[in-house]
């Protein structure tokens, strides 16, 4: 079965530092990965995804980027936080014959002070 | 551009109430329809799902829900809610043709009272 690893899991930066939030899957190969956000009081919304090394889709704009350096790893980075990009952070695979079913990381809280 | 809408942004229910949150999608190809549940301080649980075949769905915990193509819905139902149902609500949706993106909604906010 497929697993997914987060870290760090939580996280306290200041307005203006970088991010780097790491992701790697177990169990799987040449799966299609993504990054959600959760901010305070909103649902989840899809920032990125990846079908595979070095491919990368971006959803919406912003002050976020990702990259997928190797199969089973996806990272999400920023070179200056905002106190916006403040929320929960999952990654995300997708299981299942037709992949159309999809499996969530245990995410990273992020506050940005 | 594809978008789910949830109605219901805060729900307040006493015990052996019954319950219904709306879900709306605005497609009209393929869909698979997913309802998710985060309990206080817990990760995202899948609730339910439908891909194809019977509207009606069952999930865990006796909740339900029903695929209505042509109002382009997939609402959750419970008969009687249980104060342990107090959490936060989630439909998604992934649409065809799209490399398995889940849309959510802004997600339903319910809280039972005993």
């Known amino acids: 079965s497929q697993t997914i690893h987060q870290w760090p899991a939580t996280l306290v930066q200041p307005v203006g530092s970088p991010l780097s939030l790491e992701c790697t899957v177990e169990?799987?190969?040449?799966?299609?990965l993504y990054w959600y956000r959760q901010a305070a009081g909103r649902g989840l919304q899809l920032l990125f995804y990846?079908?595979?090394?070095?491919?990368i889709s971006s959803e919406v704009p912003q002050n976020l980027s990702a990259s997928r350096p190797q199969d089973r790893q996806f990272i999400l980075s920023s070179k200056k936080l905002l106190l916006s990009d403040s929320g929960f952070y999952l990654c995300?695979?997708?299981?299942?014959?037709?992949?159309?079913?999809?499996?969530f990381g245990p995410g990273t809280r992020l506050t940005v002070l | 551009a594809q978008s789910v809408s949830q109605h219901n942004h805060h729900v307040i229910l006493s015990e052996a109430a019954s319950l219904e949150l709306g879900c709306n999608y605005s497609?009209?190809?393929?869909?698979?329809l997913f309802w998710y549940v985060q309990y206080p301080g817990q990760h995202l649980q899948l609730l339910l799902k439908?891909?194809?075949?019977?509207?009606l769905v069952k999930g865990i915990k006796g909740f339900e829900a029903e695929f209505i193509k042509s109002k382009f819905s997939f609402n959750l139902r419970k008969p009687s809610v249980q104060w342990s149902d107090t959490a936060e609500y989630f439909c998604?949706?992934?649409?065809?043709?799209?490399?398995?993106?889940?849309?959510f909604g802004a997600g339903t906010r319910l809280a039972v009272h005993p």
């Open positions: 995300v695979t997708t299981r299942g014959s037709s992949y159309n079913e999809q499996f």
């Open positions: 169990g799987t190969s040449n799966p299609n």
């Open positions: 990846s079908v595979g090394i070095g491919q």
């Open positions: 497609y009209g190809g393929t869909v698979n």
């Open positions: 439908y891909f194809s075949g019977d509207p």
């Open positions: 998604a949706v992934m649409f065809s043709g799209g490399y398995n993106k889940l849309i």
